[in-house]
């Protein structure tokens, strides 16, 4: 880490959006604030994937053991990578049972496949969750938010046929860039093939690499070679990302599953009245939450964009005599969806600036005489520019011009 730079970790402490605690190694402590910036982005991700027709859904946290034996998850991560509980079964004469706290989504995404008979018509289905989920890191590799024991996937899977992987995978590729065009970020493409230790046919992995390879072929995309690195039911398509520290870290990925449909017996009746089995499309754009927010509070240090600072706005009135106002500002701004605060200590007004900078505030209202008399405000930024008297109309659309932006 340069000298320049701060950690996430001592970032998140400053600014109080987040923490570890030994109480719960590996995983953190959302403050409010920190909450703000969580929530913006689930709500981001909810946006995206609602427009590209994907239906959210929510499964349990902890199910019996035996499905992800079903999946072929319990052979590969079992004992060492998954938090296991043996439980009595009162219904069962007390019988002791083995269930976990679910590591990933995927299996349990075929539970609510099943639920019903299912019909081409319906294809592609694509379901999404935002999930928490609990993976038994080693303890020397735990590190802030970038690798955690206790973390949330912004999770889908796509249920399709053979002839709807192209456009499918296309899909996610074009959100994929999208997104982290939005945010600034150096991405490369890498394909990642099948592992020594695997589950499925090679026909039917043959047939998953080559979708995946033409994919991005016929899209015009370059792809690395993650050479034996796929999931242990398919192959996929990572996206990498550089850091503000120069660090590569992998966060997107979509999947190509042709094991798990066998392994679930899931099915559909096609149009000539026969049963088929789906290819299963696994999809994930942030890749995690805790990991991609670590990396936005280092690459912002702290001074997040508009749309996602926990306080959008802060209103400084220059002396008690302008506290009413202030409030009044302070409401205006409040109900048309800004996040507000008001500094009413007893401290300078220099001192009030100087604070709401440390605290990374993208804009500071100055109220003294002048701006109450002419009903206007004088802005200045986290940055230093100053724009003074303006109407609090002329500066309510540059902040939502910025936020609908995501600028």
């Known amino acids: 880490m ?25 995983a953190p402590f959302w403050l409010p604030k920190g909450m703000i910036i969580f929530k913006e982005l689930e709500k981001y991700i909810r946006e995206l994937t609602e427009n590209a027709g994907y239906l959210e859904t929510s499964t349990p946290i ?16 079992g004992e060492h990578n998954m938090y296991n509980l043996q439980l009595s079964d009162e219904a069962d004469g007390n ?57 949330t996937m912004d999770d889908a899977h796509i249920y399709a046929t053979e002839d709807q992987i192209f456009d499918e995978v296309s899909n996610i590729l074009d959100m994929m860039i999208s997104f982290y065009k939005m945010f600034g970020f150096e991405y490369e493409f890498r394909l990642a093939t099948r ?22 072929k016929k899209k015009g995309l370059t792809a690395g070679d993650k050479m034996g690195d796929g999931a242990f039911y398919g192959p996929k398509i990572d996206v990498h990302i550089k850091d503000s520290q120069g660090r590569e870290w992998q966060l997107a990925t ?16 096609d149009s000539d009245g026969k049963p088929k089995r789906p290819v ?10 805790e990991r991609f927010i670590a990396i936005l509070t280092e690459q912002y240090q702290g001074a997040f964009p508009t749309w996602l600072s926990p306080s959008q706005v802060t209103v400084i009135p220059i002396t008690d005599k302008n506290n009413a106002y202030a409030n009044k500002v302070a409401d205006f701004l409040k109900k048309e969806g800004l996040r507000i605060n008001v500094d009413f200590r007893g401290e300078t007004m220099q001192s009030k600036i100087r604070d709401g900078q440390t605290q990374k505030v993208p804009y500071m209202l100055i109220l003294g005489n002048r701006e109450e008399e002419e009903k206007k405000v004088s802005v200045r930024t986290r940055s230093g520019k100053n724009l003074s008297g303006i109407s609090q109309d002329e500066f309510l659309e540059k902040v939502k011009k910025d936020i609908d932006q995501k600028a």
């Open 195 to 216: 592992p020594e230790t695997r589950a499925g046919s090679d026909e039917n992995w043959d047939k998953a690499e080559k979708a995946l390879s033409d994919a991005l």
């Open 280 to 289: 299963m499309i696994h999809r994930a754009i942030f890749g995690s939450f």
């Open 95 to 151: 019988k002791s049972v083995s269930y976990t706290l679910k590591p990933m989504n995927c299996p349990e995404s075929t539970i609510l496949y099943r639920f019903r008979p299912r019909s081409y018509r319906e294809l592609p289905l694509r379901l999404s969750e935002i999930g928490r989920l609990h993976r038994r890191e080693k303890s020397g590799e735990v590190n802030g938010l970038l690798r955690v024991r206790q973390l």
């Open 62 to 77: 902890m199910v019996k053991a035996e499905l992800f034996k079903q999946s072929g998850h319990w052979e590969k991560f």
């Open 2 to 26: 340069s000298n320049n730079l701060k950690d996430h970790k001592q970032i998140g402490q400053e600014l109080e959006l987040f923490f570890t605690d030994e109480i719960a190694p590996g």
């Open 254 to 269: 979509v999947q190509l599953d042709f094991h798990q449909p066998e392994a679930f017996k899931l099915e559909y009746t």
